[in-house]
């Protein structure tokens, strides 16, 4: 059987539009009046998820045509359209920006696009903005589009006047409210669990937004977009029946708020390998729970580089981990404070944990952004990078993750290699290769 589901695709001509908001916002509207919503999250961010997530009440996945492949993406838009009254997908970047883009998510899929334009600085140019982003790539389907930001009434009005020739298209405008603004920093978004008031700045956002066409559309409004969200041919299987080595083993996974880019996904792989996860935090100076193998993600390590520094529990069990030949698995943040010292822009450098020789130096620019891929001999992971920081280090790499830009391959991110602990600035998507997610974690190492 085929689910059909309210669904909608939130773009944008550029970042920084409001996407996220008005992402959340709408999810947070439905949400609240009952309604079983789920969203997901258009390429491989970290960051939008956990405010979606806080909007719907439920996990947020990633979807990617490459990095997640047709087959994930497909089968979980599948499963939520099973369950879901509204399906809400923020998209990346500009509409038609990357490879995949937003709007290849939106054709495979069929998936109407609400654009998001910030029209702040405008008014009849959000007419040609509008339709352009509509008419620019043939047979991409359309839901209408939302001003951002707008100054008052007045302003409103001018640009609505500016889609005459398709009024319909015009599912209202959000006033420009610092009330509901996201706040940002270096990598995108501020995470929602780190602000005491992020849920009211969601419901102020909702509350704007039920004022507009858009947000007092109800469900029966709302079935005009309706997609029939067809099963994969092939649905995947979390786990290969052979992959099932971290059977009966435990996982120690670093998660605070110097430690939080996990993709769910992620976690859901290691359970089905066999794994238990437990959880502890760096931040609050917590050593290793018994376990056999540690996983160490990305987050924002710098911002709390002198709390790190003083977690001698968590640093001291850390490297008995290592030195007793057990795994780590580090990446990007997680990898920052295994080295002697973490350097700001500024040039204040404050110690690591001493697992591996060298330093991090951030950068005041973006050091490397952009898909990634790591060979290992049970498996290829697809991924990420996407960090601010640079590494100066004596320790050779062992390998290379290859970045890939469409057809062109690349020498990508280094992988580092001291006994059982493996680290490198590459953001893995576990469910791309169970089996070479399940070599991380085991003693013998990944990269062997």
């Known amino acids: 059987?085929?689910?059909?589901?309210?669904?909608?695709l939130v773009a944008a001509p550029a970042s920084g539009q409001g996407k996220t908001t008005v992402a959340a916002a709408l999810?947070?509207?439905?949400?609240?009046?009952?309604?079983?919503?789920?969203a997901f999250?258009?390429?491989?961010?970290?960051?939008?998820?956990?405010?979606?997530?806080?909007?719907t009440g439920h996990p947020v996945h990633n979807l990617d045509l490459w990095m997640t492949g047709e087959d994930d993406a497909r089968a979980r838009l599948h499963e939520a359209a099973g369950q879901a009254d509204l399906i809400v997908v923020e998209g990346v970047m500009g509409l038609f920006d990357g490879e995949p883009s937003a709007a290849d998510l939106a054709q495979r899929f069929g998936l109407p696009v609400l654009a998001v334009i910030d029209a702040s600085a405008m008014a009849g140019t959000f007419g040609a903005l509008a339709f352009g982003l509509q008419h620019y790539r043939p047979g991409l389907p359309w839901a209408g589009v939302l001003a951002n930001r707008v100054a008052s009434d007045r302003h409103a009005q001018m640009l609505q006047d500016a889609l005459a020739d398709q009024p319909s298209h015009w599912l209202g405008a959000v006033m420009r409210d610092a009330a509901f603004s996201l706040p940002e920093r270096h990598l995108g978004l501020t995470v929602a669990a780190e602000l005491p008031d992020a849920l009211a700045r969601l419901d102020a956002a909702a509350d704007a937004l039920a004022t507009t066409p858009l947000g007092q559309m109800d469900s029966e409004a709302l079935a005009r977009w309706s997609v029939d969200f067809e099963a994969p041919a092939e649905v995947p299987a979390d786990v290969p029946a052979e992959a099932t080595a971290l059977q009966g083993k435990t996982i120690a996974i670093a998660r605070d708020t110097a430690f939080c880019f996990i993709y769910p996904a992620n976690l859901d792989v290691l359970r089905a390998l066999g794994a238990e996860l437990v959880f502890f935090s760096p931040l609050a100076n917590e050593p290793l729970p018994a376990c056999d193998a540690v996983w160490l993600p990305g987050g924002y390590p710098e911002l709390h580089a002198a709390t790190l520094a003083g977690a001698h529990r968590t640093r001291d069990s850390l490297r008995a981990h290592v030195q007793a030949g057990r795994?780590?698995?580090?990446?990007?943040?997680?990898?920052?404070?295994?080295?002697?010292?973490i350097v700001a822009s500024d040039g204040d450098a404050q110690a690591g944990w001493g697992l591996l020789?060298?330093?991090?130096?951030?950068?005041?620019?973006?050091?490397?952004?952009?898909?990634?891929q790591l060979a290992l001999p049970a498996g290829v992971l697809r991924g990420h990078t996407f960090h601010y920081s640079l590494c100066d280090s004596t320790l050779a790499p062992v390998l290379h993750t290859e970045a890939v830009r469409g057809e062109v391959r690349a020498v990508?991110?280094?992988?580092?290699?001291?006994?059982?602990l493996q680290a490198s600035y590459f953001h893995a998507w576990f469910p791309s290769s169970p089996a070479a997610t399940a070599s991380l974690f085991l003693s013998a190492g990944g990269a062997a």
């Open 357 to 372: 020789p060298g330093r991090v130096v951030m950068q005041k620019r973006l050091a490397a952004l952009g898909p990634q």
């Open 412 to 420: 990508g991110e280094a992988v580092y290699r001291a006994g059982g």
């Open 27 to 38: 999810a947070r509207l439905h949400a609240r009046a009952g309604r079983r919503v789920r």
């Open 41 to 55: 999250k258009c390429g491989p961010d970290f960051l939008d998820p956990h405010w979606l997530a806080l909007a």
């Open 1 to 8: 059987m085929t689910p059909t589901c309210p669904a909608i």
């Open 327 to 341: 795994a780590v698995w580090a990446e990007c943040g997680g990898m920052m404070p295994l080295f002697d010292h």
